[in-house]
């Protein structure tokens, strides 16, 4: 079997090796292996990142891991699989949360994603007692389906106004009305405006990029959000449909597709090289709307949990 060591770094330093070895995997893979959730939560300290290493001096990182709120993340450097890196790493991951489990006055039941169709991740999970619990769909656009107008034309009703974000004016109102739009989300309904504004400072950002609808009289009815990236060497661009959420006050009168539509227009902007987004496999009517937008299923996640074990059990009856 082979033994991984647990490395020491500077914080700063950590989530720097953690993000090139993501980056890495998700080069190889064509999806991302970690949500930016979790990094999320690394950087407020919410969640422990460990890095894996074969030498305790570190030269080569080979795996990298994040644990905390119930939920435990793994990736290994691509090619370092086949041999034992990732069982080792997901058993001393379980082992640090079932540690951290054993203090708290209410253990959860751990979490894990397999991203995309992965086989192998699926495997591992299965073995250490995890069962599948929720998935996710990726869906892709061809990009010469978008719309080649100016986004705030989406926004036909002269009663609607769309626009773009600006910090100073629509920070608060961005997130309680995406508090309400995404209630039942386990991620994206639990954006706080301490998480917002480190988001914003994701190299990814561009407040042009946050489409704002309002009605006329002011108040926020949703937004549509996309996450534009650019291949550094090639210059080439990939976008993402992040979120698009509608205040359920407003719910039936179309707005979701006024977001879409406008959303569309702005990715268009970019002339992007793939258009993607994510949804809940379970959420029949996003996963309607956006077919309907051209976009078909690209791949499938699973999120899986951890069967509980008798001695969980005990702590949670107890």
């Known amino acids: 079997m082979i033994t991984l060591h647990q490395l020491s770094a500077a914080p700063d330093a950590a989530l720097t090796a953690a993000r090139s070895l993501i980056a890495d ?31 305790p001096v570190g030269e080569r990182i080979v795996a990298a891991g994040i644990v905390g709120d119930g939920e435990v993340d793994l990736v290994v450097r691509p090619e370092e699989r086949g041999r034992g890196v990732g069982s080792a790493a997901l058993a001393a991951l379980i082992a640090r949360a079932d540690e951290a489990a054993a203090s708290a006055e209410r253990p959860v039941q751990l979490r894990a994603w397999a991203h995309g169709d992965n086989p192998a991740a699926e495997a591992l999970l299965l073995g250490a007692q995890f069962v599948p619990v929720r998935s996710l769909f990726r869906m892709a656009l061809d990009p010469a389906l978008l719309p080649h107008t100016a986004p705030e034309r989406a926004a036909t009703d002269p009663a609607l106004a769309l626009s773009r974000f600006d910090a100073a004016r629509d920070a608060a109102d961005w997130v309680r009305v995406n508090a309400a739009a995404f209630a039942t989300h386990p991620e994206q309904g639990r954006i706080t405006e301490a998480d917002f504004a480190l988001i914003r400072e994701e190299p990814w950002f561009d407040p042009e990029d946050l489409l704002l609808l309002r009605d006329n009289d002011g108040s926020l009815l949703g937004s549509a959000w996309i996450k534009t990236v650019r291949d550094t060497a090639s210059g080439a661009v990939e976008s993402e449909l992040y979120a698009v959420g509608v205040d359920p006050a407003s719910a039936g009168r179309g707005l979701g597709r006024v977001l879409l539509n406008a959303a ?55």
Do not use: C
Not at 28 to 54: C, I, K, M, N, Y
Not at 285 to 294: D, H, I
């Open 25 to 55: 995997a998700t080069a190889a893979d064509g999806q991302d292996p970690v949500s930016d959730q979790a990094l999320l939560a690394v950087t407020q300290g919410q969640r422990e990142l460990t890095l894996f290493a074969e030498s």
């Open 264 to 318: 569309l227009a702005r990715m268009a902007e970019h002339s992007p090289r793939g258009v993607t987004l994510y949804v809940d496999g379970d959420n029949e009517r996003a996963v309607k709307l956006y077919e309907t937008a051209g976009f078909t299923i690209d791949s499938r996640s699973r999120q899986w949990a951890r069967r509980a074990t008798d001695d969980a059990s005990a702590r949670m009856n107890a």
